[in-house]
């Protein structure tokens, strides 16, 4: 056996071994990309830290009926499979405002004591979720929903892709702490 066929005969499992390391370490770091990202979240700005809130007319917002409710609210909504812990909002804050949310999902944002809605007429279509009577204003990526049927208004403003589950809780908390009163469709 001549040196260069010696060496050649060594050279081929060498770059077999090499290739094979190569592809391997190419199959890893594929399947961390794959199977590494989701968990992973990105800080969006405005969804971390204290939200801001503009004020908005509440002349309600100091009755009895919106501090209770905003005593009783809980300090999670669940949206989809996860659970939006409530969020700090930035001072000045609005009166009777509560948010729930964090760093993947938009905030879902209640104002309590709120004038009646324009939008509340004798053929407005109300939802009804666990006895509490709803009117949704729809809006671009999310919807308000205000409750018509209690001493005061309460908007809750939800992002479309928050499902119904805010809508489902505020409403059992409504439901079990404020009076249920007929439905004001005239001013």
Do not use: F
């Not at 071994?17 to 190569?22: M, P, Q, Y």
């Not at 879902?108 to 109300?126: D, I, K, M, W, Y």
């Not at 928050?162 to 439901?175: E, F, K, M, W």
């Amino acid at each position: 056996m001549t040196q260069q066929e010696s060496t050649s005969a060594l050279s081929r499992p060498l770059l077999a071994a090499v290739g094979l390391a190569v592809l391997l370490a190419i199959g890893v770091a594929t399947l961390g990309l794959v199977l590494g990202t989701g968990n992973q979240t990105e800080d969006v700005p405005g969804r971390t830290g204290p939200l801001a809130l503009v004020s908005i007319d509440a002349p309600d917002a100091a009755s009895q009926p919106c501090t209770s409710l905003i005593e009783k609210l809980p300090v999670g909504l669940p949206s989809g499979k996860d659970m939006l812990p409530r969020r700090e909002i930035a001072s000045p804050a609005p009166p009777a405002a509560v948010a729930w949310g964090d760093a993947k999902h938009d905030p879902v944002v209640l104002r309590c004591g709120l004038p009646r809605p324009a939008e509340l007429t004798p053929t407005s279509q109300l939802r009804v979720i666990s006895d509490v009577q709803w009117l949704q204003l729809p809006g671009s990526g999310s919807s308000t929903w205000v409750i018509v049927d209690r001493a005061a208004y309460v908007a809750l403003t939800v992002p479309d892709d928050a499902g119904t589950g805010p809508l489902q809780d505020i409403s059992t908390t409504v439901r079990d702490l404020l009076p249920k009163q007929p439905v004001k469709t005239t001013p």
